[in-house]
T-cell receptor, first 114, second 110 residues
Framework: EPEVTQTPSHQVTQMGQEVILRCVPISNHLYFYWYRQILGQKVEFLVSFYNNEISEKSEIFDDQFSVERPDGSNFTLKIRSTKLEDSAMYFC????????????FGPGTRLTVT | AQSVTQLGSHVSVSEGALVLLRCNYSSSVPPYLFWYVQYPNQGLQLLLKYTTGATLVKGINGFEAEFKKSETSFHLTKPSAHMSDAAEYFCAVSTYDMRFGAGTRLTVKP
């Protein structure tokens, strides 16, 4: 069964450093998402991406964040200058076509900023 | 705009008892509704979903949920709790994008 994959599973970085989180969505999906979950808290929407551009982003997704689909398979989230409060689990998700379809989630990348 | 409210951040039941996790939503268009389960240090696993059609949907592990448009609710139930059901449960509403509730932590006592 196709699945969303994410690498690395755990990333440790120092405050102020740039990190890139990588995701490989399901191959025929068209909509891509990033979510964040701070330890013990809810899953928060960050950004959605469709047709090679951002379709919606939350207040969390400020200028420090960017997303890219550099080739036909990868979908990346870059944090330009990490802060302590960026420590969280980051989930990638992808969806096929149509409104309201199920999003398939990757296993997540745990980002720890020290 | 869409949003989800989960009533009760923590629910505790005895093994064998009924599980009821409450979810209310708001959506400007007909919603698609989901319940996800998250075990410690793991990702999100889909339990069940409502898109269209039958309002009572059955999911994995014996869970089911009923979509009630008049009450804007999508409560999750299971007739008999098992120890392995202990986890965090998230309700979500989706149109083009998905929004999650704050989650309900289910504890099952022996």
């Amino acid at each position: 069964e196709p699945e969303v994959t994410q690498t690395p599973s755990h990333q440790v970085t120092q405050m102020g450093q740039e990190v890139i989180l990588r995701c490989v969505p399901i191959s025929n999906h068209l909509y891509f998402y990033w979510y964040r979950q701070i330890l013990g808290q809810k899953v928060e929407f960050l950004v959605s991406f469709y047709n090679n551009e951002i379709s919606e982003k939350s207040e969390i997704f400020d200028d420090q964040f960017s997303v890219e689909r550099p080739d036909g398979s990868n979908f990346t989230l870059k944090i330009r200058s990490t802060k302590l409060e960026d420590s969280a689990m980051y989930f990638c998700a992808s969806r096929g076509t149509g409104v309201g379809g199920e999003q398939y989630f990757g296993p997540g990348t745990r980002l720890t900023v020290t | 705009a869409q949003s989800v409210t989960q009533l009760g951040s923590h629910v505790s039941v005895s093994e064998g008892a009924l599980v009821l996790l409450r979810c209310n939503y708001s959506s400007s268009v007909p919603p698609y509704l989901f319940w996800y389960v998250q075990y410690p240090n793991q990702g999100l696993q889909l339990l069940l979903k409502y898109t269209t059609g039958a309002t009572l949907v059955k999911g994995i592990n014996g869970f089911e949920a009923e979509f009630k448009k008049s009450e804007t609710s999508f409560h999750l139930t299971k007739p008999s709790a098992h120890m392995s059901d202990a986890a965090e449960y998230f309700c979500a509403v989706s149109t083009y994008d998905m929004r999650f509730g704050a989650g309900t932590r289910l504890t099952v006592k022996p």
